[in-house]
């Protein structure tokens, strides 16, 4: 499957879902350990430092 495509409605619904419960599931994990909701600020460079790098082109 290529990025941004679905083989169908119900997969990308399905896919969102999971996409969903998995950033809630991480953000619980991330609450559990902060003793409540991390500073934003660390949220931020945690976000910032995962973001995928755009692939380079060839050629």
Not at 4 to 22: F, I, K, N, P, W
Not at 24 to 33: C, E, G, H, W
């Amino acid at each position: 499957m290529s990025r941004g495509s679905a083989a169908s409605l119900s997969a990308y619904v399905a896919e969102a879902v999971q996409a969903r419960q998995d950033r809630d599931r991480s953000l619980a994990t991330l609450a559990d350990l902060y003793g409540g909701p991390p500073p934003a600020d660390e949220l931020d460079a945690a976000r910032r430092s995962l973001r995928p790098v755009p692939p380079v082109a060839v050629g």
